[in-house]
Structures are given as C-alpha cells and as structure tokens.
C-alpha cells in the first residue's frame, strides 16, 4: 500500500457551512425568528425545573460548566420564569426584649404588614404620650394631685414648726450652713440670752468661767440628740414624700390603664400571629410600668430618647413584590451575606436601642426565593461558607455582630431569623464533583447539579438556533446586518470551538464577541454588512494579537536556533506535536522526538523521566511503548537494550500521552536503521497492541506544524499524521483547507502503528505469520532482526 492511501481528501475534511445552506434555513427571508430561551442545554434546564419545584431541604441547586455557555443566562431565564402554586413571602421585623434587652425578637408578618406595623406602634405611642397629656392638664387630675400634696406640704410644715417649737424650749435654732464642698446644710446651734452662739464661743467661756462644765456638757449632749432627731425628721418627710409621688404614680396608672389598655385592644385586633400579640401584650405591661419616661418633664432632659425602645426595626419589607425574590450576590463576603449590627465610634449607641441598627444580607433578602452567587467566590471564604451550610440545615440566620478593633463592642445577640431560601450556585467545570467527594454537608445539601454542555449536536434546529441568536445580538446591540455568507463564517467558528465537526459550541459568549468585532471590521471598512470576509479579518486579528509567543517560537524554529527538520529524511527522530495553552488561545508546535539505542538491559529509558521534567501520564505512555515492543518483537528472546528517549530542546515538564506514537516511530526507526520522513510532523497515543489512539488539540497541532512549514517554504510534500479517530476534530482554518485542496499540505490518518511506519518510511511493515515470523524484506523484519542480534550480544557477552 502507499501513503496516499492514508492521506486524507478536502472533502474529507471540508466542515464549513454554505451560504446556501444558511439561505435553506432562513427560509424565503433572511431573518429566523429568535426568542430569549436557553439554547442547546436542555439537561441543565430540566435539572433547575427540578431543583425549583421540590421544596425538601437538601434541593439547592449548582449549575456547572465552562464560563461562556449561558449558566448565568439560562438561571436568571429559569428563575424569572417560576411561579409556584402558592407565593408565602414574609415580612420581618426586630422589637425589643423587654424580659432581655440584649436578645431583640424576631416578628414575622404577611407581605407589606411589617411597615404597617411599624406605623401602627409609632402612632400607638404617639396616643399614649397624647393620653398622658390629657391626663396631666385634666381638672380632676389636677385636683387630686394639689388636694393631696396641699395636705402632705401642711402635714411636713405641721412636723417641722413642731421640731423648731421644742427646739426653742431646748435653748436652740435651726440654721442654714455652707459645708466645704459648697452645699448647703441644715444644722442646730445653742442661744444664750436669746442669741445664736457657736461651741467655739461657748468653750471661751468655759474658759473664761462665765458657764460651768456641766452646763457646756448638757448643751453637747442635747445638740447631738436634737441634730439626730432633724436627721431623722428629713428622712421621714423624704420618704413621706416618696410615698405621695407613688401615690400620685399608682394613682395616675389606675387612672391611664384602661385608656393604654383600649390602645392595646385595638392593635390586637389588627394582628393575628400569636407571637406578635404577645409581644404586644409585653409592650403593654412595659408602658404601664413606665409611665413616668412619657412625662414632659423627661423630654428635654435625656440625651437619647428612653422611648426608642419603642421602635420597630423593619429587617425584610416584601410590599411591592409580587413574585419569589431573586438575589445575585456579586460579593459573598460574610457581612454581605448575613448583615450587621451598625456601629459608630462618634456616637455608641445605647445597648437597648442597638437593635435598630440591625441590618440583614442578601441571605436575608432572598427568604421565599433564590439566592445566585458564583461558587468559587462563596469558597474563598471559608467562614462564609461554613455559615451558609448552618443556615441550609437549620432554616434559621443569625445576624451577628462583627468584632471590629475600631468600634465598640455590643453584647447584642438578636433572636434567629427563620429563612426558606434556595441556594444557586455556579461554578466552573468539575467543582460540583470536587466538592461532593470532599464535603459531606455538600452531598446532603444539595443534590440537583445544572450540568452545561459546552457543545451541542450539529443539526438543522441548532443551525436555526445559532442564527437566531446572532440575528438576536446584531439586532439588541446595533451592529451590522450579518449576511447569509457571514452567518455561514460565524457558524463555522461555532463549529471549531466545539473542536468537532458534528457539534457547535455552546460558548455563546464567544460568538457574541465575535460578532462585534466583525462588526468592527464592517465599519472601519465603511461597510454596512458582516459577511464572511469580516468575520475572517475579526478572527484573523484576535488570533494575530494573541499568538506572539507562537511567531517567537516559530522564528527560532526557522532561524536554526531550535533544531528541527521540516524536510528529508533521519534515523531515529521525528517531528512531534505539543499544544501550548495560554488559556485564551492554544497554538501548536512541533518538538524533537528522538531515540538512541545499544544492547543491554536497561529496557527504555525516559529521560523527562529521570529529570524530573516528565509527569505521571508520560511516564505511563513510555511504560506502554516498552510493553508494545515485548509484546510484538520479543516473544522468542528477551528485550536486550538499553534505549533512551527524549525531546529535544525541551526545558520545560512533559505531560500526556499524545507523543507516545511519535516515541515508538523513532525508536523503531533507530533500531532497523531506517530513516524516517521529517517533513510529515506527528501526533497520536499508542497502546500495547500497537493501535493508536485519539489526542487532543489535533487541529491547533497541525495549523503549527503548517505555520512552520510556511514560514520555512511549503515544499508539497509535507503534512500531519493523526490517529484516524480524530478526523471528526479538525476544524482547520480556511488557508489550511486550501492547501489541502491544491496538494501543497497533506492530512494523514492512521489507525495502528504499521499504518504510521507505512507513510514515515514508505516501506511495507509486514505482518507476522503463525510463527510470529515477518516476511523478508519488511521494516518489521528489520526491527526484530536488530533486536535478535542484540539479545545475542548481550547472551555472548555474558557467556
């Protein structure tokens, strides 16, 4: 057989889209008719159809795939478009504890109620501190209160005019001193002929013999007793005077409770949760035990109001809504999610007022609905998330308050909020199976996976759907009409992302973005219209603004800086492939793999291997090439080499399989001493039975290798060979396709080693005979002829 049997025709590869088909789609008009539907994931919607309509706990929902295929779309579409059967939204609201100020409580109330309540109990203090007006100014009140203080002041003076009576039969009289501390004090002082004398003056005339001892020693010890009995006369009118203002106060409450009371009733009648009329009640109890904070007289003389223990702290206002609340939390952070108590260094507030300064988060906001954030942003925060799986379990948020160096602190623990939500979470691709193996909460949390394909089959409908939707963005974003021969050329990049001629990319992202720098294009061309010339210059220039390090590379190639044969023939060596992934754009290159070998009884060695510069897959592969050369050529004797194997001018580590081919190639060309073809560069897996196997980035491998081959001078000989299974994945750019057309560049597929040494050496492999025997002559022949010789070098060495 010869090479060209394997080579492959342009029909063979041609993937593209005509004009003329895009005309078949459209129809008689040049439109198809597009909507907002999600389009190619129908797995994914009917995952989130289940993950919305099951209320269990445990049905949060994670949406996973490749950024660019719509997850983000297709939630907010899903979501916007559910409506349950019954729509339960609440109201939530903190009020005071009035048995523990330091745990506010949670109410909760229909949609709309909360507000309504927190005008209701503004309103019902407002007539409270009315009543106690009208109370305070009412005759009755006031007759009741002067009728009984006129009759304790008579009764304090009755006291007092008694006191100083027997005072003045003692020989004393009450006076008025001022004390170091500047207050003034009552105190007792002697007369003498009528006159006030002090005991200084008294013990001069001690002194002087004027009075006798006993009589100055009487005089003390009366004045201790009559100073200790206007001591005691001042406590009793103080706490006689106590006793009337609590008179007054008893009597003002008997008087006021029926009116708070009929307040009360009213604001029960409104609420029917039992919570929120007990709470109700308890605020009853609280304003009747303090009356005295609604009195004017406490207006103006406290700071901070006493009576905003009396406000409502409305958390969750559902009013305007009318459907189950969607939140998109751009930024997880703890304090985003689960709210804060405010704080300020100006003005720390009072502890018992600290709850309306209560704020909830989006955890908060989202209670009824759905909550969407992107996964990896949540898992960056590890407190965060460990937080959020409590409040997936227990239904209850606690809104804590953060400990910051720069406030002060409050020891403020407010009641659990019970919240129903649903968690949306979008992550990239296997971040759900990656969390489900190691997190057990994960696992019960949440058991619905939204699962986006980033292709979807190539057919008829999808080609109408991509027409649409480019039809779609051209039209919301003002661009440039596409055309039929441009829709064609945008569909053909669809097809190429999705690296396989039977399927489009689902990255719609891309394609968007593809249409607007067509339509770029179009209009520094002064056109009017994206057609398959500006889609082509669009991707032309991303992909020229992106491949530096390639041209780099490429120029080293050709400069003989990096050794390399694009052309002839070696022993021993041959062209492999490597895809250089830069994440936003991959481009191939060929690399130097290269075999020498000697008797002995090393087997194969890897050099990558043996410096560290090779990973677990490689090292795999090169297991498996030794195992393919036992297995075919030494059934008879043993395996007698010592071979190396390496890529050459490689500084870099080497992962995967694809080479595995390539390193059986030179090896057995360096054993039979049959030189192989350089200007044919080559990518496959090989397996132990010597079939090859499919690889990835087949299409970016064989646009490097033609670059290279261009830049060195096409010389109508050279190509790629690729294992045949992927055939399917070329989606090769139209000036490769060209090539291909006019035999300047070829395609070769191959399906088993013999096939590849076919094209490489143009020599006929052979096939062994019952007894394992090749036929004479053929390059398989050779190889085990070389290896027999070496197996006996190695035997007559020993010997």
Known sequence: MSSDNYRLPYSTLDYSVSPEEIKRLCGDGLTVP??????????????????????AKGYNIFVEGAPGTGRRSAVQHALSGYKPEKLELKDIAYVYNFSLPQSPIALYFRAGQAIQFKKDIHDFIENIKKLIL???????????????????????????????????????????????????????????????????????????????????????QKYFFYLAEMRNLFMDLSKGRSE?????????????????????????????????RQWILELEKDIIHNLYLFGPEEKDRRKKSPLARYGVNVLLDRSNVAKAPIIYESSPNYGNLFGAIERTMAAPQDQHSAYLKIRGGSL???????????????????????????????GRLEIQNQQSPFAPALSVKPEAIEVELKLVLIGGELVYDLLYNSDPDFQKLFRVCAEFDSTMPRNDESLKDYIAFAQKICFEEGLAEPKH???????????????SRNRLSTRFSKIADLLREADYQAAISKRDIIDSETVQRAKELRSWLADMPEEKLADMIVSGEILLQASGSAVGRVNGLAVHDRGYYAFGLPAVISAQLSPGESGLINIEGESGLSGEIYDKAVLIVEGFLRSRYSRDYPLSISASICFEQSYTAIEGDSASSTAVYALLSAIARVPLRQDIAVTGSVNQMGQIQPVGGVTEKV??????????????????????QNINNLTLSREIMEAVKDGSFSIYAVGTVDEGLEVLTGHNPGQPDEKDRFPEGSFNYLVSLELLKMANTIKAFKD
């Open 364 to 394: 908060l906001r989202s209670s009824g609905g759905f909550l969407v954030m992107q996964a990896e942003e949540l898992l960056r925060d590890e407190e965060a998330w460990t937080a959020v799986k409590r409040v997936l379990r227990s």
């Open 244 to 276: 009337l203002e609590s008179r007054l106060a008893s009597i003002k409450v008997e008087s006021l409770k029926p009116l708070v009371n009929g307040e009360i009733r009213i604001l029960l009648s409104r609420y029917e949760e039992e919570k929120n």
């Open 34 to 55: 597009w909507s907002d539907a999600i389009i190619g994931q129908a797995r994914a919607l009917k995952a989130m159809e289940l993950g919305t309509a099951i209320k």
């Open 134 to 220: 009208l109370h305070a100014e009412s005759g009755e009140a006031r007759h009741q209160k002067e009728s009984l203080e006129t009759e304790w002041e008579n009764e304090e003076n009755k006291r007092l005019a008694d006191y100083e009576t027997l005072l003045a039969l003692e020989g004393f009289r009450v006076v008025q001193t001022m004390g170091e501390d500047g207050q003034t004090r009552s105190d007792i002082i002697p007369l003498q002929n009528g006159e006030p004398s002090s005991f200084e003056q008294l013990q001069l005339k001690l002194e002087a013999g004027e009075i006798s001892r006993e009589s100055f020693a009487t005089l003390r």
């Open 703 to 724: 646009e490097g290798f033609y670059r290279i081959c261009k830049k060195a001078g096409l010389t109508g000989t050279q190509g790629v060979m690729i294992p045949k």
């Open 485 to 499: 021969d441009g829709l064609a050329a945008i569909i053909d990049y669809g097809i190429r992302l999705a690296g």
